[in-house]
């Protein structure tokens, strides 16, 4: 059971540059979620998806690009990557009913220099 | 902006003893309410969660919900060292998301 697994898991790159950041779950959850954690904000959501080719944003999606042409994937693309978007991504999923809890994935640390 | 809040800590309770985490929430319309612990450099791991008023247990974890109050919290009975960690209270938003509290660090002292 591999449920949610984020990759990859430590990213270091340079500001301007284009990173993805890839998120894959088994379990046909419906939602899937970004989130960036950082300390003084706890985990903000940066964009969500309720389902294959519909996505929305989150509280802080500015920088960013989701996509999720298939259920099981869903990428976040840092465009022209900025020293303020340095920090701890997470992935999450959830079944369809709004009072299931999200699991996350192991996240993703990105440094920008 | 609809808000959660927890204390940020860091929180010290002797081991065997009851730790009590608290958290309130500023939406009245929240319906559901879940607790994880994060460990440091880990992912956020389900505790708990409740959507009805009162007590709901699991194994030494109580999760307290009082909606008249928008209050929540979680109860850790017996604690261990290894139940050291940030408790993190998130509560639904509507429109299908959570909003999180900043999470409240708790240390078991052996």
């Known amino acids: 059971d591999a449920g949610i697994t984020q990759s990859p898991r430590y990213k270091i790159t340079e500001t301007g540059r284009q990173v993805t950041l890839m998120c894959h779950q088994t379990?046909?959850?419906?939602?899937m979620f970004w989130y960036r954690q950082d300390l003084g904000h706890g985990l903000r959501l940066i964009y969500y998806?309720?389902?294959?080719?519909?996505?929305d944003k989150g509280e802080v999606p500015d920088g960013y690009v989701v996509s999720r042409s298939k259920t099981e994937n869903f990428p976040l693309t840092l465009e022209s990557a900025t020293r303020s978007q340095t920090s701890v991504y997470f992935c999450a999923s959830r079944e369809g009913y709004s009072n299931q809890p999200q699991h996350f994935g192991d996240g993703t640390r990105l440094s920008i220099l | 902006q609809k808000e959660v809040e927890q204390n940020s800590g860091p929180l010290s309770v002797p081991e065997g003893a009851i730790a009590s985490l608290n958290c309130t929430y500023s939406d009245r319309g929240s319906q559901s309410f879940f607790w994880y612990r994060q460990y440091s450099g880990k992912s956020p791991e389900l505790i708990m969660f409740?959507?009805?008023?009162g007590d709901k247990e699991d194994g030494r974890f109580t999760a307290q919900l009082n909606k008249a109050s928008q209050y929540v919290s979680l109860l850790i009975r017996d604690s261990q060292p290894s139940d050291s960690a940030t408790y993190l209270c998130?509560?639904?938003?509507?429109?299908?998301?959570?909003?999180f509290g900043q999470g409240t660090r708790l240390t078991i002292n052996p």
């Open positions: 998806s309720a389902a294959a080719d519909i996505t």
């Open positions: 379990w046909s959850h419906s939602y």
């Open positions: 998130a509560v639904d938003q509507g429109a299908q998301k959570l909003v």
């Open positions: 409740i959507y009805s008023n």
